[in-house]
């Protein structure tokens, strides 16, 4: 993981809307993630960041990771999943898939709905060129849902994405 992506990870975990859930096996820190809701009708839970220490992966503890932070998310309210990763993060995809998770190239949708888009890179603090990995409900439905609360998504990106870009810039 690059710095950056650790910087906003922790950004998000110490921000008053992310929850940390971390396995452990036996008395080590086997992996972690951090999850949180964004509070809409129907509300959406976000897989921010999972993780697997590195030589305990293929092991199933990603799956007891993502299975866990659904979970949690359900008891929240949510009923749609979402969560974005890099084009050539293989083991995360995978991860997703095998979970029943969609894939979306954000690129393309792009083309399609520029506005709304914006407002999904927004509400998970992705890139343009991510996948997005939706859970519980059809793109064009999450795409409604984030442009009738645009004032949410960007109260939201403001809180986990640009005011920890103002603190890593000094300003």
Do not use: Q
Request: aromatic share 10%.
């Amino acid at each position: 993981m690059g710095w950056w992506h650790r910087y906003y990870a922790e950004a998000v975990a110490r921000s008053s809307i992310g929850t940390w859930l971390c396995l452990r096996v036996g008395n080590r820190l086997a992996g972690a993630t951090i999850l949180y809701t964004i509070p809409l009708k129907p509300s959406i839970g976000v897989i921010y960041y999972i993780a697997v220490h590195e030589d305990l992966e293929r092991r199933g503890l990603g799956k007891v990771l993502l299975a866990s932070s659904e979970e949690i998310l359900e008891l929240r309210g949510c009923r749609i999943f979402v969560a974005s990763t890099t084009v050539d993060n293989d083991g995360s995809r995978k991860l997703f898939r095998s979970m029943g998770y969609r894939e979306i190239l954000v690129d393309e949708l792009f083309a399609a709905e520029p506005n709304a888009t914006e407002l999904l890179v927004r509400a998970l603090c992705s890139f343009e060129d991510d996948v997005v990995m939706l859970k519980g409900c059809e793109v064009n439905e999450l795409l409604e849902l984030l442009k009738r609360n645009r004032a949410v998504i960007r109260g939201i990106w403001r809180r986990i994405c640009y005011e920890p870009w103002l603190r890593m810039r000094g300003g």
